[in-house]
């Protein structure tokens, strides 16, 4: 289907759409019904449901791409929201294709359910509630659709990989093209293809019908025709994971084993290295979404995980440690704050047993002004930053706090 190039323009006088805000007592969804304009911008109607009372959708799972340009959807109100260009080329191929070529049978679901539009993204506290229903949102949609986005210097290689694909089944090259694309480098979509009851794939540009799920799980085991330093290497390592875990959407996960496979998959904010994982993981490794906490913050609250089952895990003391830094790295904390982050790790998985239990961490520049001139002296960062976690015994009851610094043991305050 040929289409004609859209021009992010605004409207003459635009009004900006404002959310109905939802009851966050509840567990309240906002679904999308999208309607062809006879001209101009695409319309969406946009209505509010109980979870546990709606009617069937679908739910998308996309990459955000690039926050430049936007472009406008008219909302039922008449009001304009602005989304970014990979959701509005999927809303446009998908108002042209629709449903008709998945072999599916039946009448298809009439709603949407897309977090750019349905969430209010200026609202940290409705972003908080939503995030913690995703495993509920994506688990129960009658199916997700995998929208793979083009590139700007793609030059319609997308399109004919799909053909050839569909075409013959397996194919390296179309399938390396396929795996290759961004949306196997995100974590966000880790969590929506485990959780969807059935997947339909849509790649932009590629209009005869849908790829099949199915066949892309077919191909296992291709990321050893590479080296492991090799963008496809890891593109496949991940798309492996990710296609071979789906078999098993009905089963959770630990935590730990959650960020070892997935935690280096991209996403904008560092926070959602945890958050985008939550709806796959065993309830009692679950961390309750906040967008206000800080990075470190929520770094913090898996280690308290980690802390607390480090028995249960079945893994050596030093493996979680190793996981534990492996995501301070992703979530991109200070690096002069690394090395002392380490030692505490090692000491803080060492010590712990039935009989003594971590009950907190915490992070703060050092205050005192000779430590911090000694700092400097001796080459170091100018800033210099503490570690610390208090351990309970339950033996006796008391309370002691470790202190960290500089990369080593500082010192420990009893009956903190």
Known sequence: METTEISPCPSPDPQPYKHH????????????????????????????????????YLALSYTWGPPTPLFEIVMETGKVLTIRENLYRFLQQFLAQGLEHDGSGGEPPQYLWIDQISINQSSTLERNHQVSLMSTIYGEAG?????????????????????????????????DTIISNNYFSRLWVVQE????RSIRVMAQGYTPGWLSWEKLCRQRNISRLYSPADRLHQAYR?????????????????LDDCIQVFSANHCENPRDKVYGLMGIVYGQDRIAIDYTKSVVDVYIDVLLVFCKDVDS???????????????ALEM???????????????????????????????FQPVED????????????????????????????????????????????????
């Open 238 to 254: 991940f798309g492996e994971s990710l296609l071979e875990s789906h078999s098993l959407r009905s089963e959770l996960r630990r």
């Open 369 to 416: 002004m000779m430590q911090a001139i000694a700092s400097v002296e001796d080459g170091a960062e100018p800033r210099t930053y503490r570690w610390w976690y208090d351990m309970k015994n339950w033996d006796n009851l008391s309370i002691k706090r470790w202190y960290f610094v500089r990369g080593a043991f500082e010192g420990c305050c009893s009956d903190y």
């Open 332 to 362: 991109g904390l200070e690096s002069h704050s690394l090395n002392t982050l380490e030692s505490l790790l090692s000491e803080a998985f060492r010590r712990r047993s039935p009989s003594y239990e971590i009950i907190s961490f915490g």
């Open 193 to 196: 293809v485990l959780l969807a």
């Open 21 to 56: 805000p939802l009851d966050l007592s509840k567990q309240q969804i906002r679904l999308i019904k999208l309607r062809r304009g006879e001209e101009g911008p695409m319309q969406c109607e946009l209505r509010t449901f109980d979870l546990d009372d709606c009617p069937a």
């Open 143 to 175: 199916g997700v659709i995998i929208w793979l986005a083009s590139h700007a210097d793609d030059k319609g290689k997308l399109v004919e990989a799909a053909k050839q694909f569909q075409k013959i089944g397996w194919d390296l090259k179309s399938y």
């Open 313 to 327: 895990f079945g893994k050596p003391p030093k493996m979680l440690e190793k996981f534990a830094m492996n995501l």
